[in-house]
């Protein structure tokens, strides 16, 4: 009769307290770590809620979940909002830190999946974005494990409302060693709800038309456009024409006209440039008015002088009396 001792392996006891920090940690890292819209106008926002986290190993585990973010108040119509870091650090207490320590693991890592929901008005959306979990395990004495990632851009078609809505979470967690291999249990593959009954929506905001300080009417009456001051015609001489200069009497006095006028003594007077600008006057009259204008001025211009100059001959006796 062989009689011998049959020896088992098992594996060793996986301590519970432990594995129920880490399902908290990643609950915490992973809802801490939901998408907001951008840094501007930010609203510190504080949510509790009581996770359920599902697990092949240990069962269903309760995880209440303090939430604290900083979120903005409002968001633009068709510009991205920016992506900023986030992160979460959640404390681990010495006796817990011993229990991990005394299977022989030395690091917490792995990624939690954050899954919301951004209720807007073109409708509703899923965001999900995973966070990085890592964190070393001390001999002794207290430590944190911490989380981080960054928030997507989102972009808006409507303004209106909206809101961020906390959803499930999934957490794919390791215990590891020095050598970094993963000790018992190994990865930690669970999937956390919100408990019913709760208010689980983190944050609204509100979306607007148009960027805060700039008019909110897109198109505004920019009022009467400024008439700009014609340039005159090159080939017209305007100071000639407003002043009602003259030149030599004779048919070519009304094609070429000097810049001065002359009285009946034939002494030059200057007439100053720019005239009936100064006056307050329509620089630029019609020009066919112009042209009759100036005609009509040279005309009676040169038969003044031509009825002086027949005048003084007629004094000086070449021409007989009328």
Do not use: W
């Not at 106008?41 to 949510?47: F, K, W, Y």
């Not at 108040?73 to 006796?95: L, M, Y």
């Not at 006095?253 to 006057?281: F, I, K, Q, W």
């Not at 009509?296 to 000086?316: E, I, K, V």
């Amino acid at each position: 009769m062989r009689t011998g001792k049959h020896t088992h392996t098992q594996n060793p006891p996986t301590p519970r307290g432990p594995l129920r920090l880490v399902m908290a940690t990643a609950v915490a890292s992973g809802v801490l770590a939901l998408p907001g819209t951008g840094p501007a106008a930010a609203d510190p926002v504080s949510l509790t809620l009581r996770y359920t986290c599902s697990t092949s190993l240990i069962g269903n585990l309760p995880v209440t979940v303090r939430i604290h973010s900083d979120l903005p108040e409002s968001a633009e119509v068709g510009k991205p909002t920016q992506t900023f870091p986030v992160s979460a650090a959640v404390p681990v207490p010495a006796d817990a830190a011993m229990a991990l320590a005394g299977i022989g693991v030395t690091a917490v890592e792995g990624t939690v999946e954050a899954q919301a929901r951004v209720t807007a008005p073109e409708g509703e959306r899923r965001v999900k974005m995973p966070v990085h979990v890592k964190a070393g395990v001390p001999a002794a004495g207290p430590f944190h494990i911490e989380a981080s990632g960054s928030a997507p851009a989102l972009t808006f078609r409507r303004a209106g409302s909206a809101r961020i809505t906390v959803d499930d979470l999934v957490a794919h967690l390791a215990l590891k060693n020095a050598r970094g291999d993963a000790v018992y249990p190994g990865e930690i593959a669970a999937r956390c709800t919100p408990d019913p009954g709760q208010n689980n929506v983190l944050a609204s905001f509100h979306i607007t038309d148009f960027h805060p300080g700039r008019n909110p009417d897109p198109d505004p009456d920019p009022g009467p456009t400024p008439t700009p001051t014609p340039t005159p015609d090159p080939g017209t001489d305007t100071d000639q024409a407003a002043s009602g200069a003259t030149g030599p009497a004779g048919p070519a006095a009304a094609t070429s006209a000097p810049t001065t006028n002359r009285t009946t003594s034939d002494a030059p007077v200057s007439t100053p440039r720019d005239a009936l600008p100064e006056t307050g006057a329509d620089p630029d009259p019609d020009p066919d008015l112009r042209l009759l204008g100036g005609a009509g001025l040279l005309s009676a211009a040169a038969a003044t002088l031509f009825a002086t100059r027949r005048h003084r001959r007629r004094l000086r006796g070449h021409l007989p009396p009328p």
